[in-house]
């Protein structure tokens, strides 16, 4: 048995890990990504089939056998190694192919697609959605319009990660703290008292949410915005034109968050981004003949 805890890029926590402990002989060579660990000759390298990886800086010290033609050709795991590894040195393979594969179903879902049609949008191999421009230009007048917002949002020199989740993690943990003449708030449909310790999760934000922007650490001066979306079956529900309350599935969050507010407010800087991603979800909605969204519990300012 061994335990070895990791920094980004494979390199070892040597405090918190079996050897410090004196546990786990003989050592297990094959560390992070499955790649042999080599500390001879007071190296600290990844030993890869096709060439050796720095976990200190996230390097290969070779270039890359099979180079691409946006990115570095020493660049490791895309920068991503959370997300996407490498065990071979030649190629990144992107660790949630499932969670790509619901986008993609969403994303058809979304645009109502028929018998005959094919997405236009797909994951490559690295996990970056991409979009093929011949089945674009075979979508509707109406389809065309609600996916072109995809398509800037690939284009955006702004960095968009989607990410699935499970509904009941937590994802932040918060104590409530009521003004004099409060007595209770209400978060998720559940009433809380101050004082009371509330561990929110993708449920108790409908269903998905868009995090607020980082300065990517790409040296592009770029920002990274994290768009967080229920893995499971979705069971909120919004207010409806109609006053009553309807549905929001999973396929209309994805749009909502990762391609309505991320749009309209981070790419296009619009002030009036809350109206137009309500606008946006309704076409989606209208597409489907499902009922329509008032938009009531959206702020009419761009700070969403």
């Known amino acids: 048995m061994e335990e070895t805890h990791y920094y980004p890029f494979g390199f070892i926590k040597q405090g918190i890990s079996s050897k410090a402990l004196q546990f786990g ?5 094959k560390k992070f990504n499955g790649i042999e660990h080599t500390t001879e000759f007071d190296l600290n390298t990844y030993d890869a089939f096709f060439r050796n990886a720095d976990p200190q800086v996230g390097r290969w010290w070779q270039i890359d056998p099979k180079p691409t033609d946006y990115e570095s050709l020493y660049v490791a795991m895309s920068n991503n190694p959370i997300f996407k590894f490498d065990a071979l040195g030649d190629t990144v393979y992107n660790a949630n192919a499932a969670d790509d ?6 994303i058809t879902q979304g645009l109502n697609l028929k018998k005959g049609q094919t997405n236009p949008f797909s994951f490559n191999e690295v996990g970056d959605l991409q979009v093929n421009q011949k089945s674009f ?8 319009k609600i996916a072109q917002n995809i398509v800037d949002a690939i284009n955006s020199k702004d960095l968009l990660e989607i990410q699935l989740v ?3 993690e937590i994802l932040e943990t918060e104590t409530i703290k009521l003004g004099r003449n409060e007595i209770a708030v209400i978060i998720g449909g559940r009433s809380y008292k101050d004082g009371d310790v509330v561990n929110k999760t993708i449920e108790d934000y409908g269903g998905g949410r868009l995090m607020p922007p980082v300065i990517n650490g790409n040296g592009l001066g770029s920002n990274y915005l994290l768009s967080q979306i229920a893995r499971q079956p979705n069971n909120a529900t919004v207010a409806g034109i109609s006053g009553a309350e309807i549905e929001m599935p999973n396929f209309v969050v994805l749009f ?5 507010h991320f749009v309209y407010h981070y790419i296009q800087n619009s002030c009036t981004q809350n109206q137009q991603t309500i606008n946006y979800e309704n076409s989606i909605r ?3 003949g499902m009922p329509l969204r008032s938009g009531t519990d959206h702020p009419k300012d761009k700070d969403y």
């Open 286 to 288: 209208q597409l489907r």
């Open 25 to 29: 002989e003989p050592e297990n060579r």
């Open 256 to 260: 909502h968050e990762a391609f309505g």
């Open 101 to 106: 594969a619901a986008i993609v179903k969403w």
């Open 166 to 168: 499970d509904n009941k």
């Open 137 to 144: 230009n075979k979508l509707s007048k109406a389809q065309k």
